[in-house]
T-cell receptor
Framework: SQTIHQWPATLVQPVGSPLSLECTVEGTSNPNLYWYRQAAGRGLQLLFYSVGIGQISSEVPQNLSASRPQDRQFILSSKKLLLSDSGFYLC?????????????FGPGTRLTVT | KNQVEQSPQSLIILEGKNCTLQCNYTVSPFSNLRWYKQDTGRGPVSLTIMTFSENTKSNGRYTATLDADTKQSSLHITASQLSDSASYICVVSLSGGGADGLTFGKGTHLIIQP
C-alpha cells in the first residue's frame, strides 16, 4: 500500500530564517507530487507540483521554492521566511489518470513564523 | 473566476442527528466534484468523487449529491457520531486544467456534541 510522510509535524521559526520541509511517498513510482498551503480561514492553495525528478512548476509567486531530488521525495524550501509564510503545509500525490483520479494528502506540517 | 463557496461556515449538532452541508461552484468547464474530510491538524481524506453524470454517491453514512445544472452539491451525514467532528471541504476539478486543476472551498467546520 502507498504511504505519504511529511516532517517535521510542527515547526516554529523566526522571521528571516531558512526553511526545509520534506515529503516522501512509499509504495508507488513516478507519482505526481504537490505542495499546498492552508492558511487559517482559507482554502488550500497549490504552491508547487512536480510530474517527475527535477521537474517543478510553481503556481504562486512567493519566496518559497521546491525541489524533487528523487522520484518519491519532494522538498519545500525558503531562504528567508516571512510572517505570511505561517500556515499548514500539505504534501499530496496523485494516483491514476483521467477524470476520477485519487489525490492523497500527507499528515501536514504546521509552520509558525514568529 | 473559478470559485467554490461552502455553507454554513460552521455547524454544531447533537450526536445522532443528521446534517447537510452545501457547496456552490462556478468552475467551468467542470470535470468532477470531491468531498474531503479533514480532522484538526491532519491532511484531508477523500470521501466521494462525482463526475458530472453522477447525481449521488454514498460512502457509509455520508451521501453526496450533485446538480451539475445548478452547480450545487450537498453532503448529507446521517446519524452523526462524535468522530464526524471535522472540516468538510468541497473541491471542484477543472476539466483539462493544468497542475492539479482543483479549486478548493474553505470548508465547513462541523462539531458534533454529545
Amino acid at each position: 500500500s502507498q504511504t505519504i510522510h511529511q516532517w517535521p509535524a510542527t515547526l516554529v521559526q523566526p522571521v528571516g530564517s531558512p526553511l526545509s520541509l520534506e515529503c516522501t511517498v512509499e509504495g508507488t513510482s513516478n507519482p505526481n507530487l504537490y505542495w499546498y498551503r492552508q492558511a487559517a480561514g482559507r482554502g488550500l492553495q497549490l504552491l508547487f507540483y512536480s510530474v517527475g525528478i527535477g521537474q517543478i512548476s510553481s503556481e504562486v509567486p512567493q519566496n518559497l521554492s521546491a525541489s524533487r531530488p528523487q522520484d518519491r521525495q519532494f522538498i519545500l524550501s525558503s531562504k528567508k521566511l516571512l510572517l505570511s509564510d505561517s500556515g499548514f503545509y500539505l504534501c499530496a500525490w496523485r494516483r491514476g489518470a483521467g477524470v476520477s483520479y485519487e489525490q492523497y494528502f500527507g499528515p501536514g506540517t504546521r509552520l509558525t513564523v514568529t | 473566476k473559478n470559485q467554490v463557496e461552502q455553507s454554513p461556515q460552521s455547524l454544531i449538532i447533537l450526536e445522532g442527528k443528521n446534517c447537510t452541508l452545501q457547496c456552490n461552484y462556478t468552475v467551468s468547464p467542470f470535470s468532477n466534484l470531491r468531498w474531503y474530510k479533514q480532522d484538526t491538524g491532519r491532511g484531508p481524506v477523500s470521501l466521494t468523487i462525482m463526475t458530472f453524470s453522477e447525481n449521488t454517491k454514498s460512502n457509509g453514512r455520508y451521501t453526496a449529491t450533485l446538480d451539475a445544472d445548478t452547480k450545487q452539491s450537498s453532503l448529507h451525514i446521517t446519524a452523526s457520531q462524535l468522530s464526524d467532528s471535522a472540516s468538510y471541504i468541497c473541491v471542484v476539478s477543472l476539466s483539462g486544467g493544468g497542475a492539479d486543476g482543483l479549486t478548493f472551498g474553505k470548508g465547513t467546520h462541523l462539531i458534533i456534541q454529545p
